[in-house]
């Protein structure tokens, strides 16, 4: 059964929750975007020439800001043509993050949040830069989609210490 737009947009709240929380607790920055607009509707970021879907969750970790976009997914899908668990969206999502990215100058992360595993237990937080997704383009169910490998995706402590090499100089934050 198909859900309604206000059904599926909860039930990927839920998920951007879920993620916030665990993020928060890593000690990482978080703003929703969520909050700040009304029941069933979605963010959005206009100009006179642009219109643009913004990422869900404003982060913030070891002195560099990024975005991330979560999608929370069931479970993957085992593709036979490629012999991988994969997960996928829609080709223009992915077109609009890659949009969203380069009008803002900030990157843009990927985190597919699983509720459960291709063998039936517990799912996993898998995190990605849109940049590195190895996307296959397919169409399926009349809708052209984007499918990346799920053996790509990385847990979140590699992730978080790929957001920024502090490097020689870096000062670690400290209150004033």
């Known amino acids: 059964m198909k859900r309604s737009f206000e059904q599926a947009l909860e039930y990927g709240r839920e ?3 879920r993620i916030m929380e665990r993020l928060r607790a890593m000690g990482v920055l978080v703003t929703p975007k ?10 959005e970021q206009r100009s006179n020439d642009e219109y643009l879907t913004p ?8 002195g560099a800001a990024f975005g991330l976009q979560v999608k929370r997914k069931k479970e993957p899908t085992f593709t036979r043509m490629t012999s991988t668990w994969d997960h996928g969206f829609e080709q223009a999502h992915y077109t609009m993050y890659q949009r969203w990215q380069a009008a803002c100058g900030i990157r843009l992360a990927l985190c597919v949040t699983e509720d459960c595993s291709a063998d039936g237990g517990p799912g996993e937080d898998l995190y990605s830069w849109i940049d590195d997704l190895k996307v296959r383009h397919q169409w399926y169910d009349n809708r052209h989609m984007v499918y990346f490998p799920r053996a790509i995706l990385t847990s979140i402590k590699p992730f978080l210490d790929s957001v920024v090499d502090p490097g020689p100089g870096y000062l670690e934050p400290r209150l004033l």
């Open 15 to 17: 998920g951007e929750r």
């Open 34 to 43: 969520a909050d700040y607009v009304g029941p069933g509707r979605a963010p």
């Open 55 to 62: 990422c869900d969750l404003d982060c913030a970790h070891r």
